[in-house]
């Protein structure tokens, strides 16, 4: 089953109002996507939790999609080497 929604887009889940960009995607072995989406950071400057929706919840807030940076990995960490798998 193909997600309906890709990384980086702004979404609100129709039923709880909860707004944000979807950081992830989980394909469920029965069919269901659900997607991590975090919410923008609160007016005092904390920082909210993600949260997993399922993607019949979901739809476009018709905000333009958030880029992802050039890096290929994750953190500041180097990319794994022969030696440390």
């Known amino acids: 089953m193909e997600a309906k929604?890709?990384?980086?887009?702004k979404i609100i889940d129709k039923v709880s109002k909860f707004k944000g960009t979807i950081l992830g995607v989980a394909q469920y072995w029965n069919g269901c996507n659900r997607y991590q989406v975090q919410p923008e950071i609160s007016k005092d400057g904390s920082f909210r939790e993600a949260q997993w929706i399922d993607e019949e919840q979901l739809?476009?807030?018709?905000?333009?999609?958030?880029?992802?940076?050039?890096?290929?990995?994750?953190?500041?960490?180097p990319s794994p080497t022969s030696h440390m798998l």
């Open 5 to 9: 929604f890709e990384n980086g887009e």
């Open 59 to 77: 739809e476009r807030t018709g905000k333009k999609k958030v880029k992802a940076s050039e890096k290929t990995h994750g953190g500041d960490r």
